[in-house]
């Protein structure tokens, strides 16, 4: 048994935060947001929209693609560093906001590469013949978790989910034909969120210290993105024998143009193959990866039979890559 995305759903909050507006809120400009990362725009939630609500959103939108129902779901797994609240998973969230009680489900986090990671546990599952479809949903609300007094890290991110929906088929040369995953906890300090968390509950301090917020080292980040995304994506088509020249359209996480011309360059792949939608998302963590593949195929991009590589990278450390036959 094969996994195939069978459909493909998003949604973005309403609500539009240009790069002219932050220039009202902390010392930067759009000329060095566009420059140095590719945004213009970002999504950002209001009204106490929440990361189930998001996800919940973007699952109805894959499901209205296909002939499945709420009710024929078996899995959902939600990738997400927002989840609503620490306990339940938000995965159970979405599950009663789709009435899908016939699923089980849970939450990965694995940052910005989570959507890669809750894609191969779905994959796996299906493989294994535990369940016949998946919902694989990327959620995040971000800005809850900016720090918007902090010019090197709020420019950079953006509400959003996106979500795309497995079906088991029988032919093994459809749908996920590869997958690899790394991390390396040696790293942890170039990106994270100190607290709340059993190591540093919540308390006046953490809160006065901006430690619930985002910290990252974004240059270090930079230099090691570049590299570990090309090697991890040879590696996940050297497995099913192929390069780059095979791949017809690269889909990588969105955190930043300029990392996402780099891998290109690197693998000799041209920018006619590459999705680029980090200026109308920004980056949006694990949903990024899902948004540019809803928004690819929803645009003609992806055609029957095409070769998608995905790949990612994010805190602190993890980085993934994918081969899908369309
Ligand atoms: N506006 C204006 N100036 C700024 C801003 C801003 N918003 N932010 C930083 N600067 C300044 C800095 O203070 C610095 O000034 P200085 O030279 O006087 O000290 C200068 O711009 C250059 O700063 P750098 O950090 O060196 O800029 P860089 O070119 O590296 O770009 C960026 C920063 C965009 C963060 C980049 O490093 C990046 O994209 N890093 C990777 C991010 C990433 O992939 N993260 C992991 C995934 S995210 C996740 O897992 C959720």
């Known amino acids: 048994m094969n996994a195939k995305i069978i459909s493909t759903g998003a949604y973005l909050p309403k609500k539009i935060l240009t790069n002219f507006d932050l220039e009202k809120m902390v010392d930067t ?11 213009k725009i970002r999504h950002i939630v209001e009204d106490g929209e929440s990361t189930s609500d998001l996800a919940y959103k973007a699952a109805l939108d894959a499901l209205k693609g296909s002939d499945l129902s709420p009710s024929d779901i078996e899995l959902i797994v ?7 609240q620490p306990l339940p998973a938000t995965a159970l969230f979405v599950q009663e906001k789709l009435g899908a009680y016939n699923a089980f489900g849970f939450d990965i986090n694995a940052a910005c590469s989570g959507f890669m990671y809750a894609l191969s546990v779905a994959n ?10 998946a919902l694989v949903i990327g959620s995040e609300v971000l800005s809850k978790i900016v720090d918007w007094t902090d010019r090197t890290t709020c420019v950079l991110f953006g509400d959003g989910a ?75 088509l050297d497995l099913v024998n192929m390069d780059f020249n095979d791949v017809d359209l690269m ?21 006619d193959r590459v999705i680029v939608t980090i200026d109308k998302h920004a980056n949006t963590s694990a949903a990024s990866i ?37």
């Open 124 to 133: 796996a599952y299906i493989k294994a013949g535990m369940v016949k479809n």
């Open 162 to 236: 996106a979500c795309v929906l497995l079906e088991a088929v029988e032919d093994e040369n459809k749908g996920i034909i590869s997958m690899v995953m790394h991390s390396d906890g040696r790293y942890t300090d170039l990106m994270r969120v100190p607290a709340p968390g059993s190591a540093k509950p919540c308390s006046e301090e953490v809160i006065e210290g901006r430690e619930i917020y985002i910290k990252m080292k974004g240059n270090e980040t930079f230099k090691m993105a570049v590299r570990s995304i090309a090697s991890v994506s040879k590696e996940a």
């Open 290 to 326: 899902p948004l540019a593949l809803d928004w690819a195929y929803k645009s003609g991009r992806i055609k029957e039979g095409d070769v998608i590589l995905l790949n990612s990278f994010g805190a602190s450390l993890t980085w993934a890559a994918g081969v899908v036959r369309w």
């Open 251 to 271: 889909v990588s996480h969105q955190a930043n143009k300029r990392i996402i011309e780099s891998v290109a360059k690197r693998a000799g792949i041209d920018e």
């Open 29 to 39: 400009s759009d000329e060095w947001i566009t420059q140095r990362t590719g945004i």
């Open 78 to 84: 939600v990738a997400t560093v927002t989840p609503d």
